[in-house]
């Protein structure tokens, strides 16, 4: 059997992206090319509802089942579409995600999640994931306040896939989308390691198919040649972070073919991209093989090899770190709460023998002083706790791994 999956993400950031309404209509057009065969589509940052309805209307007679994974206040923005039927969904949505006063960032907002979709490709259960990690916006890692959160968030990935892929229900598992994390980073290194998923790129067989609009070297993102991309002083010639990692029951499937596409739009008289990243095709072949030996105690509690084992130190010294710094967030909310309450009574003068204008100022200044007062106190208080006691569960879960293995 052979199995063609295609992952992007479209940039369907509405109000901030480009050209969106176009960018879509070209993916839809591409996709709905009698020239084009794809098997599974997985999507991300779908931010409308309205843009995967459409993509559902006009995708429908070729992929008649699909399935979007709704989270947080504006949805996740990751979906799936696919020729074969879909028998089960399910998610997760991760415990830390930014902050909900980064505004500006917004992945709070999203919910970002992990979600599955179990299909039934010819008489094999496929279990798809499509998920997309927190962005990385500084691009450095001292600088870099959400490190701790995607180490988490491709932790809990782990788990989820772990708790949702039994060897015995399950032939083929695909984890696809953003990721958010570079082959080199230790978020990456942990998955691949725990989870021993192939990455489709690098153990693809035929090495010399590739988009030649592309190039060969696995970028897709952070192009220096796309428009819609924002330079920034580390990005290089660009990185890559979305990706299709795969493994099979018994070793029985094998990535012919992968290679990133979808770049600029084909004759195209306005220069228009599908996206700001480039997306992600493999193409796979499947051999059915049957094993009735029973699962034992020493496959379910695999061992680490001592790479692994290093990388979940790493992640457990970076979380601790995290935690150390919200210790000082925490302390330095309960010092801005006491100076402001100390703002709040002070310079108020005397109302009865002041202008209009002083009192206006009193009135803005007090204003203020309790807007800042009620958000030191929530982040003390709800807000910094939360996202300890989650970077506390990450790193008593690895403790316990790292004992078992």
Known sequence: MQLR?????????????????QRIQALVEHLTNPDVDYDIIGLQEVWSKSDYKYLCSQLKSIYPHSYYFLS????????????????????HRYTLNGFPHKIQHGDWFCGKLI????????????????????????????????????????????????????ADTTDMTILLGDLNLTSDDLGFKLIQGILQLNDSFLQR?????????????????????NPYVKPHP?????????????????????????????????????????????????LFEVEKKTCSQKTSDNQIQKSLDEETRENLRA???????????????????????????????????????NGYLYLILIFVKNLLSLIGIAFAVWLFAVGK??????????????YLRLNNS
Request: aromatic share 10%.
């Open 234 to 282: 580390y990005q290089g010639e660009g990185q890559r972070i979305d990706y299709i990692l795969y493994k099979a029951r018994n070793d029985s499937a094998k990535c012919i073919e992968a290679y990133p596409t979808l770049h600029k739009v084909p004759n195209s008289p306005t220069g228009l991209y599908y996206s700001d990243h480039l997306a992600v095709y493999a």
């Open 205 to 225: 067989i035929n090495k010399d198919v590739f988009d030649p609009a592309v190039g060969n070297n696995g970028k897709t993102c952070d192009l220096l040649d």
């Open 385 to 398: 706790p939360v996202e300890r006691n989650a970077l506390n569960a990450m790193q008593n879960s690895t």
């Open 115 to 166: 979600g599955l979709c179990k299909i039934l490709v010819n008489g094999y259960v496929v279990n798809v994931y499509n998920t997309h990690l927190h962005a990385n916006y500084h691009h450095v890692i001292p600088k870099d306040i959400y490190l701790g959160h995607r180490i988490c968030q491709a932790y809990e990935l782990i788990q989820f896939i772990e708790s949702t892929s039994a």
């Open 315 to 353: 992640a457990c010294i970076i979380v601790e770190e995290s935690i150390q710094r919200i210790q000082r967030h925490r302390l330095f909310c309960l010092l801005l709460v006491i100076f402001l309450i100390f703002v709040l009574f002070s310079f108020n003068g005397n109302p009865l023998s």
């Open 5 to 21: 999956v295609l992952t992007l993400n479209i940039w369907g950031v509405h109000f901030v992206a480009k050209l969106i309404d």
């Open 72 to 91: 947080g206040l504006i949805g996740s923005g990751c979906c799936i579409f696919s020729k074969h039927p879909i028998i089960g969904v399910f998610e």
